[in-house]
């Protein structure tokens, strides 16, 4: 009974986790563009390291349905991340979002040799 080992458990950092191509694909068709246009400004903001808070955004308070779902679902997709700052709670890209930026400039770059 010398096989009493210790089991060794291997965490890994989930906020490290990248998708493959295929479920970045599949998580990219998903979004409208609107969403899309969410994605960017929060992209945008956070090259200025400030997170984008999206009570501040113009004519949120009409739209907040359509914002709302907007943020949401790239939460869900774990394209964004919010981080708590006293009232404001300001969306940040995650490593999957930076993920979707990529994907999004090499559309972007197809669509611009297709002209």
């Known amino acids: 009974m010398g096989d009493d080992q210790p089991i060794k458990a291997n965490y890994k ?15 990219r ?6 969403t899309i246009d969410i994605f960017r400004k929060i992209v945008n903001e ?19 349905k359509k914002y709302d ?3 949401l679902t790239l939460e869900c997709q774990g394209f964004i991340d919010k981080k708590e700052d006293g ?3 300001p969306y940040f890209v ?10 999004l400039y090499e559309e972007k770059l197809k669509r611009e040799e297709l002209l």
């Open 69 to 71: 779902t907007a943020f």
């Open 13 to 27: 950092d989930l906020d490290q986790l990248e998708y493959d191509i295929d479920t970045l694909r599949f998580l």
């Open 46 to 64: 956070n090259k200025i390291h400030l997170g984008l808070v999206k009570t501040r955004l113009e004519n949120y308070h009409g739209m907040r």
């Open 29 to 34: 068709k998903k979004l409208d563009d609107f």
């Open 94 to 103: 995650t490593v999957r979002g930076r993920q979707l930026g990529q994907l």
């Open 87 to 89: 009232t404001a709670n």
